[in-house]
Each structure stands twice: as structure tokens, then as C-alpha cells.
């Protein structure tokens, strides 16, 4: 240790160093009479080559007569001379003459340095100086041992004393203090080892602790080690630099505190995920704890209340994730902390310990331990468009410092960007209500009664983040006991993608009663959807339901026929009566409103029994898995299909991937019926009118075979008609069918595309009366065509 002097007895203003000078000796004559070694090192020249010489030779420039001068003051003088070196150049030197009286004999001592090394050297000592003296940056050594023997002015100022410290180990300075480090985090004697072993410096580490100056406030330095060594190279000890970083640290704190929040908070658009990320973000940085503070109202999605005294029926939610929050009633006292923020706007900061018995305070933790008292808290109102939707509790305890200015700055700018997410979750939440109450209202809220299909059906939203979507699903009776069978998906997400779904379910509807057949009601339903296309283009906006996608099917149960077609859908999945799964080959055609390519129909003969799954692609596909995978899984599932439809359509939902639904997921199973051959009667009539009578005759055996007799005369009457009317304006044969189902079907088929129309006929007419009889006995009438012609039908009630 008394290798290295102490701070307070290092004089930097110490004279030249004589064995660094060249000195000679000049007598009363201007003669050299005294040469030294550091003279001959200076300027190469010998003892022997200059003693007894008049000095002036040795001066490259400078007259002989300022030298004299020089010599014969009785001072000591000194001035900047030109030497003459040995090799021939001149030196420019800064030389000092001292008169020297010794028994009589005058003398001059002169002493010589290279001017331009000399200023270097004095540079150095005023920078020594400085760093000692007047440098905000922390010097301290430490010898071998790693014990403290000096430290400069910034050091002495930051341990409120260096003397005290002399002797002592490193870790006495700063007993609780850590480096900051992303990783593993060295404790300073290792840091310090690992220097003195390796001799690699370290730089720039961020250490964390209190001063003993300032035991209140945590500091960060910048501190960097060096290993010293002497001349032979051996270790004296280490060298360390520390420079006080804490308020720059801190504003890269906080840069990247509101750079995560930006990134984090109301991303979610869900009002307790909002609360969530706010705390996942400010602990444990800014605060300890962070509690939030709402209206029902607010985490409902509804519009805050207004006119309510501040504080009053609000839900807290505490805790650190969504799951994790806990919901508990709260109110503040009018003269409490949180009241004033509330009612004026304005974060009010409050550094007295909490009351345990105050209610305002959070329930205790969930793992059942005591929680800390806070000793410093920060209340910030939650503003939006210049509403409050709550308050925001940043809570100190195991942090000992108060909330500063600056923190309380960024608590706001947190509070903003919370409230803002907060604002956005509830908007979003009470549009998500609505679009799902739309979407849900808009649906079949049951399936009309039919006879040639068993039905099972699920509906899932998507994820509320994502909003719901535009799938729907339908089933319609038809005329001749078929059945119509749909799905389909609108493009986008929101209110606008539910009320284009209603609207295009509606038109599905109101297309399929009209008995066209699949590729000819999406051909329709495709030109009604590029003319709405183009109207909105037209009036600026959105083109919502372009690229709509829809799968239309009708099946007989008669002869167990199914046709379908499809405008860029799945094709549906069969799985027979045995459970074995086919897929269509056929590619569907191109989305509704493109007008591109037409639409094929596809023929299926299903034996009673089958089990056809249309869905829609939220059920076979996600984020994660591609749809041939998810038709794989869901064609799995369907050679279950001896189980009843609800748990074949359960199994399915199950199957889908875990977590959060990226799409609506729509799933309509049908199990296929067929008549039996004793419910339908066929007769094939030829085209005389003689046989009219005969039709009449046919039908009320039939009817009475059935056990049908009460319907015996309007059935006739309806049966006449029809038939008579084939047979006056179509060539060939007219089939007559009647069907006994959930009523009594007669359809009469002719090979003439043309339509009667219903009329009121004059009373001076006697014909045009035919289709408005049928019209009055029967409960519906229609008329569908088919490839080979038309089919007039008529539904009778069963009483």
C-alpha cells in the first residue's frame, strides 16, 4: 500500500524532473565546465568534445551576447534557445539558468529540456490535475488485494469521504449495489478478478446502488477497469473509472418503457387485456403494482357513465394477465386521493403509507400472503376524448424512491395510451355485441320441419379480437318434399359482413322458392351480387361481399337424388351408409360477383342414411394448419357416422386446434331419408282429355289406400284441373304424381317450359278459373321447371 501516495499529498506543481533535463555547468567565462550524461543523451555530444569550449557553440542561432546575459544575471533566468545537436540540427529547448556562488567562483547550473516534450509533460500534469481535482468522473485504486488506496475529488465527494475508505475491501463502498445485466449479472469482486488475472480490461458496465452521499436515490454508473502495472511490468492494482449515468439511464428507461408500451398495450382490443398489458408494462420498471379502476359500464363495452359521483361503482381488476385479474367493487371517499384525481383530471401523487382497513386497497395476493404496505402512490385518471373511464394506481412498496417528476410524466403518457386501448377494447367490444347479436338474429333460429333429412348444425363466432364473420347456413323445404341445403361466407368481419350475410341469406331464400336448380340460382345470386358490388364502388365506398363464396344443394328423398353446386366453397363431404368417406372432384367454381366462369352442377345418388357435412373453411383451416388437412380431420370424424348428428357435429368442433378462433366456423350435418315406395304414386297419363276422369279416379283410390278420404274431393278437384290444363296446352305424355308426406303433394309434369299464370277471370268467361280453384283448396301451388320441362304442384293440409 505505500507504494501508491495518498490523494491529499500528490502535488502536481512539483518542478522538473532533473533526470529527464540535460544539465551542464558554465563558469564566470561562458566555458563549460561541467558536462552530465542527460546532456550528452539530449544532444549527442561527448564530455570530452565540449569541456572547456565556450558554450556559445553549442547555440544553432542565438548571438553570443544574449547568452552572456543569461548567464551574468543574478537570478535565475530562463528562455526558449536553438541547440546544436551533434548530427548537425537544431533543437529547440526551454533552458533555465541558475547563478551558482561556491567559494567565490561564479557559476551557472544550466538546465535543458526538449520544449516540445516539455509542454506534453506540462499538458499531462494539468490533465493529472484536472482528473484529480475537478473531473465528474469517479477515479479510484485499488492495489493488489483489491483494497481502496486513493480516489479523486468525484470519488471523495461521492462516498462523503475518501479517508474513511482507505484500506478497506471494494465491496465496502457500495454494500447493496449490482451490475445491470440482461443475462447473468457478476458481482464486482469477480468483475474485478478477472482484470487483475487476465489483465483485459472491462468497460462500460452498469452498476446500480446508493451513494453514501445520497443513500435516498439510486444511482447507475458507467464503469470501466484496468489493470496497472510498474516499468518491469509486474501488477500494482486496478485502476477504475466510474461516471454517474443515472439520469441519462433513466431516460433510456423510460424511452423504452413507452417504446414496449407502444408495441403492447391496446393491441388486444379486449378491455381486461388492455388492464393487463398496462401492468405487464409498468411492473416492475416504473411501479411495483399496478391496479385499474373501471365502470361496469367500461368492461361491458357500454358508454361510461356520466353525472356520477367520481369513484363511485367501479370494478378494480387486479393482477398481472388477463387470467390472473381478479374483479372486486370499489369506492372512494370524496376527500380521498383518488376522488381529487378523478373529479380534477390530474395525477395526484400520495407518499404516506396506505391504511390497511382502507377499502380502496387490492385484495391480497392469490397465493393467500399478506402484501406489502405501499409507501408511495401515484394516481392517474384514465382521459379519452375528454371523458374519464377510470383511474389507474401505480403502487410503490419494495421500491424505496418516490415518484419523481419525470416518472409521473410517463405514468400520464402510459395512462393515455392505456385509456386510448381501453376506449378502442370497449368501442370494439359493443360493435362485437352487436355484429354477433346481428349475426345470430339473422340466422335459422330453428330449421323448419321436413321429412328428408335429419339435421344437426353449430355456429362459433370467431375470436373477439377478430370480429364475427359473415358465415350462415340454411335449410328450405321445397316443393315434391326436396329439400335446399346452403352454406356460405362473406368476406371481412364486423356489423357490415353480418348484414351482407342476412342479405344474401335472404336472397338465397327467396331464389331457392323460386325451384332453380344450384348452377342456375348461384348464376342469379352472382348478378346480384356484382350489381350491389358495383353501386357501392360507385358511391365511394367499400366493395364488402366481392369475392362472397356459397354452396347451394337440393335433394330428393324420392329417388335420393342430390345436386349441388358451389361458388368458390368446399364442396361437402359424404360419408355413406357403411362409412366410407368420398370427396368431390370437381373444383368449385369462381366466388360470387367475379362473373367469370359459369357453374356445373354435380349429381349425387346418396342411399338413406348418408351423412353430408357443408362447412364452411373456419372449420378446416387456421393460422396453423392448411385446409387439406383440416377436410382430412373432419372426414375422420364423419366415418363416425353411425353416432347421432349432435355428437358427430361435437366431435368435429372438439377437433379443432386449441386457442383463440381466427374465423367463424359454421358446420351443418344432414343424414339422408328416403320415401318409402308406399308414399308416392306415379301415373303416366297420354295427352286425351278423355282421361281427365280417369286421373280423378286413380287420386281417390290412392287417397283412400292412405286413409286420406276426407281430402278426397279437393284433391280431385286439383288433380282435374291440373291435369286437364297439361293436356290442352302440351304435347305428349303427363305424368301425375302424388306424394303423401307431412301433406298431400300432387304434381302434374308435362314437356312445355311454358307456365300457367293464376288470373281473375270475367264473368262473362266461362274458362280461367282452373289455377284459382287450386289456389283456394290448396295451401301452397307452384311452378318449377326441369330440363325436360315443368312440374305444377300443389300442397293439400293432412287435417
Known amino acids: 500500500m505505500d507504494r501508491f501516495p495518498n490523494a491529499a499529498n500528490v502535488d502536481f506543481h512539483s518542478p522538473l524532473d532533473l533526470s529527464k533535463a540535460a544539465v551542464a555547468v558554465l563558469d564566470a567565462d561562458g566555458l563549460v565546465s561541467g558536462w552530465a550524461s542527460s546532456a550528452q543523451r539530449l544532444l549527442g555530444h ?3 568534445d565540449v569541456l572547456g569550449l565556450p558554450a556559445a557553440r553549442l547555440l544553432a542561432a542565438t548571438p553570443g551576447q544574449r547568452l552572456s546575459a543569461l548567464c551574468g544575471a543574478h537570478k535565475p533566468r530562463s528562455a526558449v534557445l536553438d541547440l546544436r545537436c551533434l548530427d548537425g540540427r537544431a533543437l529547440r529547448a526551454a533552458v533555465t539558468f541558475s547563478p551558482l556562488a561556491n567559494r567565490g567562483v561564479a557559476a551557472t547550473v544550466v538546465v535543458a529540456a526538449d520544449l516540445e516534450a516539455l509542454r506534453g509533460w506540462e499538458a499531462q500534469l494539468a490533465m493529472l490535475q484536472g482528473l484529480a481535482t475537478e473531473s465528474s468522473v469517479g477515479l479510484t485504486i485499488f492495489d493488489t488485494d483489491k483494497r481502496v488506496v486513493w480516489g479523486n475529488a468525484s470519488t471523495d465527494m461521492e462516498l462523503a469521504g475518501i479517508a474513511q475508505y482507505i484500506g478497506r475491501p471494494a465491496e465496502d463502498l457500495f454494500p447493496e449495489g449490482e451490475f445491470i445485466s440482461r443475462h447473468h449479472s457478476p458481482d464486482e469482486d469477480q468483475v474485478m478478478e478477472h482484470v487483475m488475472a487476465t489483465g483485459e480490461p472491462i468497460m462500460g458496465m452498469h452498476y446500480r446502488g446508493r451513494a453514501p452521499a445520497d443513500p435516498v436515490r439510486e444511482h447507475v454508473w458507467s464503469c470501466s477497469y484496468h489493470r496497472l502495472v510498474d516499468a518491469r511490468g509486474e501488477p500494482l492494482g486496478l485502476f477504475e473509472e466510474s461516471l ?55 368492461i361491458e363495452g357500454r358508454q361510461p357513465p356520466t353525472g356520477s359521483a367520481p369513484g363511485h361503482n367501479l370494478l378494480r381488476m387486479h393482477g398481472r394477465t ?98 386510448v386501448g381501453i376506449d378502442n377494447a370497449r368501442r370494439y367490444t359493443s360493435q362485437h355485441a352487436a355484429a354477433l347479436v346481428l349475426q345470430r338474429s339473422l340466422l335459422p333460429q330453428h330449421l323448419p320441419e321436413q321429412s328428408a333429412v335429419e339435421v344437426a348444425y353449430r355456429y362459433l363466432p370467431a375470436d373477439s379480437r377478430v370480429g364475427v364473420g359473415g358465415d350462415w347456413f340454411d335449410l328450405i323445404p321445397l316443393s315434391g318434399a326436396r329439400v335446399g341445403l346452403t352454406v356460405g361466407d362473406v368476406v371481412g368481419h364486423g356489423v357490415h359482413a353480418a348484414a351482407t350475410m342476412g342479405r344474401l341469406r335472404a336472397t338465397v331464400r327467396t331464389l331457392a322458392l323460386l325451384d332453380l336448380d344450384p348452377a342456375e340460382l348461384l348464376t342469379r345470386l352472382d348478378g346480384l351480387v356484382a350489381q350491389e358490388s358495383e353501386h357501392r364502388a360507385d358511391d365511394g365506398a367499400s366493395a364488402e361481399g366481392l369475392g362472397v363464396t356459397c354452396l347451394y344443394a337440393i335433394y330428393d328423398p324420392v329417388g335420393g337424388r342430390c345436386v349441388w353446386a358451389s361458388a368458390g366453397h368446399p ?144 284433391a280431385a278437384l286439383v288433380v282435374s284441373e291440373l291435369v ?39 264473368r262473362d268467361e266461362e274458362g280461367g278459373r282452373g289455377l284459382f280453384l287450386v289456389a283456394q283448396v290448396s295451401q301452397r301451388w307452384g311452378t318449377r321447371y326441369t330440363s325436360s320441362g315443368k312440374t305444377i304442384w300443389a300442397e293439400l293440409a293432412i287435417p
Open 571 to 714: 364442396p361437402p363431404i359424404v360419408s355413406d351408409a357403411g362409412g366410407s368417406v368420398a370427396l368431390s372432384a370437381l373444383a368449385p367454381g369462381p366466388p360470387l360477383g367475379l362473373g367469370s366462369l359459369p357453374y356445373e352442377n354435380v349429381e349425387l345418388s346418396l342411399a338413406g342414411g348418408s351423412v353430408v357435412a357443408f362447412f364452411t373453411d373456419g372449420v378446416v383451416e387456421d393460422r396453423h394448419t392448411d385446409i387439406d388437412t383440416g377436410i382430412d380431420r373432419l372426414a375422420h370424424v364423419l366415418t363416425w357416422q353411425r353416432c347421432p348428428l349432435e355428437e358427430l357435429c361435437d366431435r368435429a368442433l372438439s377437433a379443432l386446434p386449441p386457442g383463440p378462433q381466427a374465423d367463424d366456423a359454421t358446420l351443418l350435418l344432414v343424414r339422408t331419408r328416403r320415401l318409402e315406395s308406399d308414399r308416392v304414386a306415379d301415373l303416366e297419363l297420354p295427352s286425351d282429355p278423355a282421361l281427365v276422369a280417369h286421373a280423378r279416379t286413380v287420386t281417390e283410390r290412392q287417397l283412400e289406400t292412405w286413409g286420406l278420404s276426407d281430402l278426397s274431393f279437393n
Open 244 to 298: 454517474d449515468i443515472t439520469d441519462r439511464y433513466r431516460a433510456q428507461e423510460r424511452l423504452s418503457l413507452l417504446v414496449r408500451a407502444g408495441k403492447r398495450i391496446g393491441a388486444s382490443l379486449d378491455v381486461r387485456r388492455t388492464a393487463a398489458e398496462l401492468a405487464d408494462v409498468a411492473v416492475p420498471q416504473l411501479a411495483d403494482e399496478v391496479l385499474v379502476d373501471l365502470p361496469p359500464a367500461v
Open 46 to 48: 561527448r564530455p570530452e
Open 724 to 762: 286437364t290444363n297439361s293436356i290442352r296446352y302440351a304435347t305428349g305424355p303427363v305424368l301425375l304424381r302424388l306424394i303423401r308426406d307431412r301433406c298431400l303433394l300432387c304434381e302434374v309434369s308435362d314437356k312445355v317450359h311454358t307456365a300457367p299464370h293464376l288470373r281473375r277471370a270475367r
Open 322 to 419: 388477463p387470467e390472473d385479474f381478479r374483479t372486486s367493487a370499489v369506492s372512494y371517499p370524496p376527500s380521498s386521493p383518488q376522488a381529487l384525481s378523478l373529479a380534477t383530471s390530474r395525477p395526484v401523487v400520495d407518499d404516506f403509507p396506505s391504511d390497511p382497513s382502507d377499502p380502496s386497497d387490492p385484495p391480497e395476493a392469490p397465493d393467500g400472503r399478506g402484501r406489502a404496505a405501499a409507501h408511495s402512490c401515484l394516481f392517474v385518471p384514465l382521459l379519452t376524448r375528454d371523458a374519464v373511464l377510470g383511474l389507474a394506481t401505480f403502487r410503490r412498496s419494495s421500491n424505496p424512491d418516490p415518484f419523481g417528476p419525470e416518472e409521473q410524466t410517463l405514468a400520464v403518457e402510459l395512462a393515455e395510451r392505456a385509456a
